[in-house]
Antibody
Framework: QVQLQESGPGLVKPSETLSLTCTVS????????WSWIRQPPGKGLEWIGY???????NYNPSLKSRVTISLDTPRNQFSLKVSSVTAADTAVYYC??????????????WGQGTLVTVSS | QSALTQPASVSGSPGQSITISCTGT?????????VSWYQQHPGKAPKLLIY???KRPSGVSNRFSGSKSGNTASLTISGLQAEDEADYYC?????????FGGGTKLTVL
């Protein structure tokens, strides 16, 4: 059974960079897509971006200038960085497996989520 | 990118059926039969309910069904049960993007 676990600081100062890691267990990073999704308190889900196991990434246009997703295949991990954060980046951050084939796409496995608060 | 449009809330009594709509555009919902639906209970991660508009993963009750017409997808829950009370989100594939709906809170009266 595939499991995902987010890790990283729960508190980040305004203007600094938010960094999170997702560790995948029970399965391999290959040959899948892996996404980050966030949810501000009391609000809906927002897709941040994905990375393909070969290393290519795509991002939500509204966040693209501040977001980087990277891969560490030997460690079965992928990571998220969001720069120049503000209070609006306060959210529960989820990592998820983004199952994509020529005929399908959906998020089938999710991490439990981690709350990141942006505050001085 | 704009979120897909869902009603903020719906409600129904046990045993009844409800439908949640999810309206997008010709660049997302209208272009692909790749709409998925997720159920989220408070404090929990979302759970996949429906994929490819109308398919159910193993283990999901057949009380949940999905459909699509044009730029609008729909989730129907029949035989409402107390445990169905949750937030529901649609999501559409849009090539190199994924677009979520704003979410719908289902209250079981």
């Amino acid at each position: 059974q595939v499991q995902l676990q987010e890790s990283g600081p729960g508190l980040v100062k305004p203007s600094e960079t938010l960094s999170l890691t997702c560790t995948v267990s029970g399965g391999s990073i290959s040959p899948y897509y892996w996404s980050w999704i966030r949810q501000p308190p009391g609000k809906g889900l927002e897709w941040i971006g994905y990375i393909y196991y070969r290393g290519s990434a795509n991002y939500n246009p509204s966040l693209k200038s501040r977001v980087t997703i990277s891969l560490d295949t030997p460690r079965n991990q992928f990571s998220l960085k969001v720069s120049s954060v503000t209070a609006a980046d306060t959210a529960v951050y989820y990592c998820a497996r983004d199952l994509v084939t020529t005929t399908t796409q959906f998020f089938d496995y999710w991490g439990q989520g981690t709350l990141v608060t942006v505050s001085s | 990118q704009s979120a897909l449009t869902q009603p903020a809330s719906v409600s129904g009594s046990p045993g009844q059926s409800i439908t949640i709509s999810c309206t997008g555009t010709s660049t997302d919902v209208g272009s692909y039969n790749l709409v998925s639906w997720y159920q989220q209970h408070p404090g929990k991660a979302p759970k996949l309910l429906i994929y490819e508009v109308s398919k159910r993963p193993s283990g999901v009750s057949n009380r949940f069904s999905g459909s699509k017409s044009g730029n609008t997808a729909s989730l129907t829950i029949s035989g409402l049960q107390a445990e169905d009370e949750a937030d529901y989100y649609c999501c559409s594939y849009a090539s190199t993007r994924r677009v979520f709906g704003g979410g719908t809170k289902l209250t079981v009266l």
